[in-house]
């Protein structure tokens, strides 16, 4: 038990987030706050407000006498949440191509996010790739010096997560290291309708590889916190 009491809730929010983008939480899965409490130290309250800020970002789901859970995207939800990422990364990549042709864009963090999910493209380390593809479209996001817009695409990433790991099909040949290549190609050719419409192309077929006939399998108590 760590001794110590730590009283930011957005540690518990982050804590979550990371879990899911690198797949150590699944959909369906019970949480626990006393598992929180008493390996990380978080006092009750702000365990509680964290998960207050999860259920409200869509994250968790809360139940009466359920306690909270994972959330598990339904087929709707699922092609609701591409849609609303497409609003946003569509700005995203306006302001970046904008940015890029008057040249206050440094991309260099972005290629070197490309160039190590090339290195484990094909790789057996599924959490790793998965984990840099989120962390491609967070970080697109940054690179526009707009909270907002990070705040507002933050939630979606692991909710995209989570979708894929229910309805993801393992006979699909979609790859995402390829197209976002091929994305940041657009944006530095400064043509605005080719970029967008590689993103536009990209959040299509993230939906179109999955596989909406897949049923969730049955979750419970998760104590992946230690």
């Not at 419409?197 to 909406?212: E, G, I, R, T």
């Amino acid at each position: 038990m760590n001794s110590g009491i730590n009283n930011n809730s957005d540690k518990v929010v982050d804590l979550v987030f990371k879990a899911i983008m690198k797949n150590r939480l699944k959909p369906g899965v019970r949480l626990s706050e006393i598992s929180l409490q008493e390996e990380l130290g978080y006092s009750r309250s702000v365990v509680r407000q964290g998960f207050d800020k999860l259920v409200d970002s869509g994250l968790l789901k809360h139940k009466k006498n359920q306690g909270v859970r994972v959330a598990c995207p339904t087929k709707d939800e699922t092609i609701q949440i591409y849609q609303a990422r497409k609003a946003i990364e569509n700005g995203v990549i306006s302001i970046l191509v904008e940015k890029h042709r008057s040249h206050r864009l440094d991309l260099s963090v972005i290629d070197q996010l490309t160039t190590k999910e090339k290195q484990l493209h094909g790789s057996s380390m599924h959490d790793e790739h998965t984990r840099l593809s989120c962390d491609f479209h967070i970080t697109l996001a940054e690179l526009c010096d707009n909270k907002y817009i990070v705040e507002s695409l933050k939630p979606l990433i692991p909710l995209s997560t989570l979708a894929a790991s229910v309805y993801s099909d393992p006979h699909s040949s979609f790859c995402s290291f390829a197209e976002h290549n091929d994305l940041i190609q657009a944006i530095k050719s400064n043509d605005i309708k080719k970029a967008l419409q590689s993103m536009n192309n990209h959040l299509d077929n993230c939906v179109s590889s999955l596989d909406f006939k897949k049923a969730l399998k049955n979750n419970s108590y998760s104590h992946i916190f230690s």
